[in-house]
Nanobody, 120 residues
Framework: QVQLVESGGGLVQPGGSLRLSCVAS????????MGWYRQAPGMQRESVAN???????NYAESVKGRFTISRDNAKNTVYLQMNTLKPEDTALYYC??????????????WGQGTQVTVSS
């Protein structure tokens, strides 16, 4: 059973840092592109960063140079290190994988989300 569990969110002042974790189960993250998304109130969910099975990374322009995505295959865990946080980073952050059950069927899986609030 594919499961994603996020943690690490919280309240932080502008300029602060947080590290989010996503523990995956039911599949090896090394074989999949893993992503972090976020959704602020009243806004659409947006991609923040992703990391491929070959460790290639991609970032939204708004977080480049501030956020770093990484993975620990031994722990089956994906991380999002967030530095120099801004109020506009406030959102519910989700871990994501598009999992293939077979050659004919695949679907998106999301975690429950972890809240990040950047405020003084």
């Amino acid at each position: 059973q594919v499961q994603l569990v996020e943690s690490g969110g919280g309240l932080v002042q502008p300029g602060g840092s947080l590290r989010l974790s996503c523990v995956a189960s039911g599949f090896p993250i090394s074989a999949y592109t893993m992503g972090w998304y976020r959704q602020a109130p009243g806004m659409q969910r947006e991609s923040v960063a992703n990391i491929t099975g070959s460790e290639m990374t991609n970032y939204a322009e708004s977080v480049k140079g501030r956020f770093t995505i990484s993975r620990d295959n031994a722990k089956n865990t994906v991380y999002l290190q967030m530095n120099t946080l801004k109020p506009e980073d406030t959102a519910l952050y989700y871990c994501h994988v598009h999992y293939s059950y077979s050659w004919a069927y695949s679907r998106d899986h999301w975690g429950q989300g972890t809240q990040v609030t950047v405020s003084s």
